[in-house]
């Protein structure tokens, strides 16, 4: 196998932690967390989990990468961890 350069983005166990109380919330009220539960559950297969909906953002600046997560209805959630920077 070759090895190539690149780029890895992490997010900590605190981070995703905010992630999913956020989603836990964002979900009663954003209409695609239906088709994002069906992905999950394996119900939903092939371009349709595209549908799910969240998009994941890194922006690395000189202190550290903030870690956006967004959704397809347009709700949206920092969950960076500023304190371990």
């Not at 350069?5 to 009663?28: A, M, R, Y």
Request: proline letters at 4%.
């Amino acid at each position: 196998m070759e090895e190539t350069e690149g780029i890895t983005f992490v997010i900590s166990g605190s981070e995703l932690k905010k992630l999913n109380t956020w989603l836990e919330e964002h979900d009663k009220v954003c209409p695609c967390a239906r088709l994002r539960h069906q992905s999950l559950a394996g119900i939903v297969f092939g371009p349709a989990i595209l549908e799910s909906g969240l998009s994941y953002v890194f922006i690395p600046n000189s202190v550290g990468v903030v870690k956006i997560v967004k959704c397809k209805c347009g709700g949206d959630c920092d969950i960076t961890d500023y304190e371990s920077w």
